[in-house]
Structure formats: structure tokens, C-alpha cells
């Protein structure tokens, strides 16, 4: 017989015996192994993948940076520049200005220097002559002189117009006080009387007159009673030139002002 | 001179013996479940590791592999027993060129209890795949006269499997043998290693026949569309 029965049984017996050992020492560790190399791989793979995302996505975030800072540095720049421009020609421009208006200044001081400089000559000048012309006179004015003047004096008195005579003469009737007569020399009694003749003639009236010596007058007479005056002098013609000088010399100054300005403007 | 190894008993008491088949199943139940365990002892699951390792996970994977392409889903389920199988009847006849060594494969005995562990295995798998009812209606398809001839196909398809491994086995041990006689020294060496060729043959036969009764007995049970793509997916690799 090929088949033994007791045979068949042990061997089915350890065939299943064999199925338990080899499943519990070679397939199930095995495939355990295998699935947790598997899984590993899969998990380093996953976390290489993620890694490299992460990488891309912070080399776009990087790239995005760079871009916006760059172009962030180049506005500043560009602002900066324009910023110190403007400065310097802020700068620029006040510094001229400043040139400008102490130059103007300067001009200034320059022309009013000059004009009271020249003013001061001009009084200076002014004052000389009229010393020289007065002390001349005074040298002159000897008592033909003083004669000349009165009798000027006297003409000018009979010359009087209607009612500047009228109040004259009202004035030298109601003044209590004798009129008063000055001169620069003392008169001589013939001219005194010649004078107090004219008057009384004049008027037509006693009239008491009192006399005196202004060396003030330069060469002149001059009546004055109760606040009226009559008066005949060299230095009234003296005083009108005088005035006429100033202004002249006032003229003249507008002028160089005036041109003064032009200068700068042109410099400009 | 004996056709098998049971005739070898080295220990009898009554209906119990102990023979030279059940002596060199041990002993390679020994080798297999001793060998197994030392490896796996210190399994590594980085990407280095120890050339026994790279061997038993090139075994385990490749017979996985097997099993998916006959058509199996889920072939860790199966692995177990078809894959004990597979490296029971290889190892068998892989020791043969150890001098003195009777391979327990080329008794009929051994043989048979192999063929009956898949003639119940079938079933099993069968029922805890779809069902009792499922399972037993497959019997009666197409008609029910086709009844007594399915269970004739189970019979016939366990004796073959049982005869086929047995002849084959048996023959190389006999082969060698009866050479052994005639001629000595070279020749047999030849022939012993012919015999590890149909031993790894047969080996691989036996287990993916076994593969393809259990795969006919829980396939057929559902026929879903995604079962068939599986399926042709298959098939396309089978031909690429």
C-alpha cells in the first residue's frame, strides 16, 4: 500500500503545523518589514515633496520680496534725488536771494551814503557861500549902503498898495508903543530923519519911532508895529536861494535813486 | 530497495510509528521555522538590510506576487497557506543533494495530506469569501445536472494534484536510485541536479494549481465590473 493512512494525518497535522510557524515567524514580520519600509519611504517621499513645495513656495514669497524691495529702494532713490534737487535749488535760491538782498542793501547804504554825503556837501557848500555872501555884505555894507537901503526902504513904503497901507496905518495909530525900526548898522541921525519924514509923509501922521541895531538882519531895515511887518532885507533874496537849492538837491537825490535801482535790475 | 520513504519506520507502537517521512518533515519544519525566526529576529525597516532579510523578503514578496497574478485579491490572506506550500514542496526537493536524504515529498502519503489540505482548503476559502449558500450553488451551475460532475472535478483534480507530485518526486529519488546501480560517480550527479529542476517545477505547480482552485472557487462568486478590470489588467500583463 503507497498510502499510509497514520502518515497522511501526521503529515496533514504538520503541514498546518508548519502554515502557523512559518505565518508567525517568516510572512507576517516580513510583510511587516516591507510595509514599514514602504511606509517610510512613502512618508520621506510625502515629507520631500512638502519640503520642496515649502522650498518653492518660499523661494516665489523670496523672489516677491526681492522684487518689491527693489523696486521699494528704487522709488526711495529716485524720491531722494528729486528730494535733495529741489533742495539745492531751494538753497540755491535763497542763497541769491540773500546775495541779492544784501547786494541790494549794500546799493542802499551805498546811495543813501552818498546822498547824505552829498547833501552834506551842498549845506556845507550852501552855508559857505552864504557866509562868504553875508560877510561880504557885511564887509560892504558901509553906510552908503545902509543909505541905499533906506532909501529903498523908503520907496518901498511910499510904494505900498492901498490897503496894505490902510492897515499899516491903522496899526501905527492904535499901537500904543512907538513903531519899531531895525537895521543891521546903526543909522545915521540924516537917514533916521529922512526915515521918520517918509513915514510921517506916508501916513500922513506923527508917528513915533523907535530905532535898532539886528546884526541878525545882514543888511536890511524892518518896521513892525502891533504884529504887522514891513521889511526889506538881503536875507529874504537869501533865504528863497537857500530854499531853491534844497530843492534842487532833493530832486537830484529821487533821481540817483531811481538809478540806482536800474543798476540792480540789470545785474539781475 | 522502496518505493517510499514510509517504509522506512524507525519507531512503531501500534498505530502510531515514526518514520522516515514524518522524520524529514520535521526536519525540515525545523529548518524552515528555525531559519525564519533568526532572520526576522532583527528585521530592519530602513533601506539597509542584512542579505537574509533581502532573501526571505524576495521569497515572501515574489510568492505574493504570484498569488495577485493568478487573479487573487487580497493575497496576504492566502499567503499563509499557499505560499507554506509552495516552500514546503521546493525545500523538499531542494535537500535531495543532501547524501542520505529521502525527499517526504515523494511518498504518496505526504502527497495526498498536501492534496486533502487544499481539497478542504478550497471550500473554506470558498464559503469565508461569499458564503455557504454562494458556494454551494456554484455546484449546480450551469444546470444541476452538471452536480455530479463538479464534485467528480474536486475528487479528480485533488487525486491528480496528489499523483502528479508524487510521481514526480518519486521518480527523481527512484531515477537516481536505480542509476546509482548502473552507473556511478558522474552521471547520477547530472540527473540530481535534473531532479532539483522538476522538484522546483513541480514545486511551483503545486502551489499555483492550488492557487487557481482557490482563485476559481472565490472569483467567480462576484462578478463586478471591477473585478473584471483587475482581471484584464492582468491578463494584459500576462501577455505584455
Known sequence: MLIDWFTVI???????????????????????????????IATA????????AEAQKERDAFQHKNEAFDQQRTALLSQATDEAKAERQRLLDAARQAADAMSAKRQETLISEQQRLGEALT?????????????????????????????????????????????LAEALETASDPALVRSAFDLPAAQRA?????????????IHVRFETAPDLVSGIELSTNGLKVAWSIADYLASLGKAADELLKMQAKSEIKTGQNANEHRD | ?????????????????????????????AVLALGSKLVTRKLSTDLQRSRWQNLLEVVVT???????????????????FLGTLFLFVALA?????????EPPTGSLSTTAALAICVFVAVPIFGIAESGLGEYLRDYLKPTVI????????????????AVRLFGNMMSGTMILAILLTITPFIFPIAMSALGLLTGMVQAYIFSILATVYIAAATRTRKPGPENGNHDANHERMHHG
Not at chain 1, 194 to 206: G, H
Not at chain 2, 146 to 161: D, H, K
Request: aromatic share 10%; with cysteine.
Open chain 1, 10 to 40: 501526521a503529515q496533514v497535522v504538520n503541514f498546518l503545523i508548519l502554515v502557523w510557524l512559518l505565518k508567525r515567524f517568516l510572512y507576517r514580520p516580513i510583510l511587516a518589514a516591507i510595509d514599514a519600509r514602504e511606509k517610510r
Open chain 1, 45 to 52: 517621499l510625502a515629507d520631500a515633496d512638502a519640503k520642496k
Open chain 1, 123 to 167: 549845506r556845507r557848500a550852501r552855508e559857505e557861500v552864504f557866509a562868504i555872501a553875508r560877510k561880504t555884505l557885511a564887509d560892504l555894507a558901509g553906510t552908503s549902503l545902509e543909505a541905499c537901503m533906506a532909501e529903498v526902504f523908503m520907496r518901498r513904503l511910499r510904494e505900498l498898495d492901498g490897503q496894505a497901507k490902510k492897515s
Open chain 1, 194 to 206: 529922512a526915515l521918520q519924514n517918509a513915514l510921517n509923509e506916508t501916513f500922513a501922521a506923527e
Open chain 2, 1 to 29: 530497495m522502496h518505493l517510499s520513504p514510509d517504509d522506512i519506520i524507525f519507531w512503531r507502537h501500534g498505530f502510531f510509528k515514526l518514520n522516515a517521512t514524518i522524520a524529514y518533515t520535521w526536519g525540515l519544519m
Open chain 2, 62 to 80: 515574489g510568492i505574493n506576487q504570484q498569488i495577485g497574478e493568478v487573479g487573487l485579491r487580497r493575497p496576504e490572506k492566502y499567503l499563509g
Open chain 2, 93 to 101: 526537493s531542494l535537500f535531495t543533494i543532501v547524501p542520505g536524504y
Open chain 2, 146 to 161: 452538471m452536480l455530479p460532475f463538479n464534485i467528480i472535478s474536486e475528487l479528480s483534480r485533488t487525486l491528480a494534484l
